[in-house]
């Protein structure tokens, strides 16, 4: 399997099931993840389960609270997020 060392992946939906899964998958290969997804409570707890997948303590991983169907809290994450972790390498849609 492709190195995943510090690549920069968002994950939409990160919060719950199949976006879950895959970011705490690709922090276990090294990679820093950005997930968004609605519920601020959700993705704190996500967070800290993506966190005790890391393999390296230079791994970073950051919540984002957006609807991804509302353009406004788009417009308003994604620069947050870019402006924190720079351009993605990966874009997973999982909302």
Do not use: W
């Amino acid at each position: 399997m492709k190195s995943f060392v510090n690549t920069t992946i968002y994950i939409t939906g990160g919060s719950s099931g199949i976006g879950l899964a895959f970011a705490k998958l690709l922090a276990s290969k090294g990679a820093n993840i950005a997930i968004i997804a609605r519920d601020k409570k959700r993705l704190e707890e996500a967070k800290q389960e993506i966190q005790k997948q890391c393999i390296n303590t230079h791994q970073n991983i950051e919540a984002f609270s957006a609807d991804v169907c509302n353009p406004k809290q788009l417009y308003k994450a994604v620069p947050a997020m870019i402006k924190r972790f720079g351009e993605p390498d990966v874009l997973v849609c999982s909302a």
